[in-house]
């Protein structure tokens, strides 16, 4: 099944986040748009973009979101702020945040940690251990394996795993843009799309253990603040069945 597991479970983790996940591209999208609101000459922007779109996230609110990074609409004011740490097990963990209250979300972050078992760190504690990637996830169904790698790697992409029900394409994150529009070009449907961590090496938890560590990473994705979180898991936790 792989890290990312199968397409149902990943949309249907997309589905129950939906409305959480528009606010927290919109945040992306304003922060994004501070340096260019563009698109085409600020490429975090594209990438801001591009992930609100693969949510279906509607025009009305990415032109908003951008019209407040540029200056053109009131906003708030976001700070982002990582944080570097271990679950339950050791499991590392990285948790990527936007706020407007260093003090409010350092404090939430850190109390969701401790109430499951884990601990912060300092920054690098666990970075060491993780690559920054172009992730974009292609639902494989009736579609031909080598036409979809040779696209891919044409475009610039680095390589593309085979899993059960999808395809996993990976690029260097300069190239990621690219091979995103490449894909959609060529009309392959993309379930999910970003610039993540990826682990070099994973840990597997104790099975005593899954479950503090899925209800600390379900806590920290629920909170406003945070926009997104990464493990080493070896396993799957949306698909964890209790």
């Known amino acids: 099944m792989g890290r990312h597991g199968t397409i149902a479970g990943r949309k249907a983790a997309q589905d129950s986040k939906r409305a959480a996940m528009f606010t927290k591209y919109a945040r992306a999208i304003t922060v994004a748009a501070k340096n260019g609101g563009d698109p085409e000459y600020n490429p975090a922007l594209r990438v801001a973009i591009d992930k609100a779109k693969g949510i279906s996230m509607p025009n009305d609110n990415i032109n908003r979101a951008i019209k407040k990074g540029t200056g053109e609409l009131a906003g708030e004011t976001y700070e982002e702020l990582s944080f570097e740490g ?6 590392a963990v990285i948790c990527e945040c936007l706020t407007d209250n260093r003090n409010r979300t350092t404090s939430s972050v850190r109390s969701t ?65 690219d091979v995103h529009q490449a894909i959609t070009e060529a009309g392959y449907e993309i379930i999910s799309s970003e610039i993540e961590y ?40 949306d698909e964890y069945d209790e």
């Open 86 to 91: 271990y679950g339950i097990g050791g499991i």
């Open 113 to 177: 940690f401790d109430k499951y078992g884990g601990n912060l760190g300092t920054t690098g504690c666990v970075s060491y251990m993780f690559s920054r990637k172009g992730i974009i996830i292609i639902d494989s169904e009736g579609l031909d394996e080598e036409e979809v790698m040779m696209t891919a790697l044409e475009a610039g992409a680095d390589d593309m795993v085979v899993n059960e029900d999808h395809f996993e394409v990976q690029t260097e994150p300069s190239a990621y843009h």
């Open 198 to 237: 990826v682990p070099s090496m994973e840990s597997t938890p104790k099975a005593e253990d899954i479950k503090k560590l899925k209800k600390m990473i379900d806590l920290l994705e629920e909170n406003d603040d945070v926009q997104n979180v990464y493990t080493n898991c070896a396993i799957d936790l």
